[in-house]
């Protein structure tokens, strides 16, 4: 996620992809809830597969 987050602010992110990237994040987010709420909001436990693969998926969006 300091990938995405470091792009976008540098503004490396195409602006064609922007659209993309935000519903990708829109998941991670929900994903990333989701697992801490499975995980009684502790974050000390392995991400669950929804938000591994969401975090890949922004990842894949933002390389250059």
């Known amino acids: 996620m300091m990938l995405y987050t470091n792009r976008t ?4 992110v195409p602006m064609n992809k922007q659209t993309q990237v935000q519903a ?19 974050d000390q436990f392995p991400a669950h597969g929804d938000v591994l693969k969401a975090a890949q998926e922004i990842e894949a969006l933002t390389k250059p």
């Not at 602010?9 to 490396?12: I, P, S, V």
């Open 24 to 42: 990708a994040k829109a998941r991670f987010d929900l994903a990333y809830r989701l697992a801490l709420e499975a995980n009684m909001g502790s």
């Open 9 to 12: 602010a540098r503004g490396k």
